[in-house]
């Protein structure tokens, strides 16, 4: 069974909505065909389209599920952008990078354009952090168009998971990452290793028309309950994370057992 609590949209913000799923197997099932969806449905209606990627337990599990399904051959990979919402700064290959992840879970297995996924570069590219920072916030300069009025493109679509603390992408509350106005930082000092990442800014994933917070486990819950209250984002990343026309809570049951009943009203299955 999914719940869902429906909110609206008020003004211009984007106020969440909530999926709940039975189980984090579902829930990673779901969100694959979810997407699927969405880029077929843009594709068909502009062309092209672009997602953000995240990491993670459910993140990587979401990707590995859009490559197990036939349906996956609906999207037309080689008309998809690709981007990170943050990466460890770690070499190429590393276990631990995102992209590494991805690329073993769908990217490898799927026909995407090698020049049309952009990747957060390590130290074996020659490049600090902070360079590695800089020359991200350039592509992504490059790549935003007269209408996305900013120095991102406007995302179709953005992967975020959340963290028991709330952290999503590389923002962890109370660090400077979070009062960083440019649209691409380095982290220095993560709590959560490897200490140095490259992330995206809020103002970076507040471009984005759709975002997405994927999150499961009992861990989770404490912090879902939070970013779905009145919590500032400094303290609280995950409260800042909105999408300008659509923002989706896709949750299982464990990480979903705190919100408060006031939030909605439950679906049909």
């Known amino acids: 069974m999914t719940r869902e609590i429906v ?4 003004g211009s913000v984007s106020v969440p909505n909530v999926v709940v799923h039975r189980s984090a197997d579902v829930l990673a099932k779901a969100v694959a065909a979810r997407i699927i969806t969405r880029l077929v449905d843009i594709q068909s209606a502009r062309g092209s389209a672009s997602i953000v990627l995240t990491g993670g337990t459910v993140g990587i599990a979401t990707l590995a599920a859009i490559a197990d399904t036939p349906a996956r051959d609906a999207v037309d990979w080689r008309r998809l952008d690709v981007w990170w919402g943050d990466e460890r700064f770690l070499p190429s290959g590393d276990k631990e990078r995102n992209e ?16 049309r996924v952009h990747v957060m570069r390590g130290p074996d590219s020659g490049m600090t952090a902070e360079e590695s920072a800089e020359s991200y916030a350039a592509e992504l300069r490059a790549a935003a168009r ?91 990343p995950a409260a800042g994370a909105r999408g300008r026309g659509r923002t989706l809570f896709l949750l299982d049951r464990a990480a979903a057992a705190k919100i408060p009943p006031e939030l909605g009203r439950p679906a049909s299955p």
Do not use: C, N
């Open 7 to 10: 909110a609206e949209k008020v």
């Open 100 to 115: 590494t992840g991805a690329r073993e879970a769908l990217l490898d297995h799927v026909d995407v354009d090698p020049e």
């Open 146 to 236: 007269p209408e996305d009025h900013g120095p991102v493109p406007s995302f179709d679509v953005m992967l975020l998971g959340m963290g028991p603390d709330a952290h999503v992408a590389s923002l962890f509350p109370g660090m400077p990452a979070l009062y960083d106005t440019r649209s691409v930082v380095a982290v220095h000092g993560s709590p959560k290793p490897p200490p140095t990442r490259i992330s995206l800014t809020l103002p970076s994933i507040q471009a984005a028309r759709e975002v997405w917070l994927v999150a499961a486990g009992e861990e989770k819950s404490g912090a879902v309950r939070l970013s779905l209250s009145h919590s500032g984002p400094v303290q609280v």
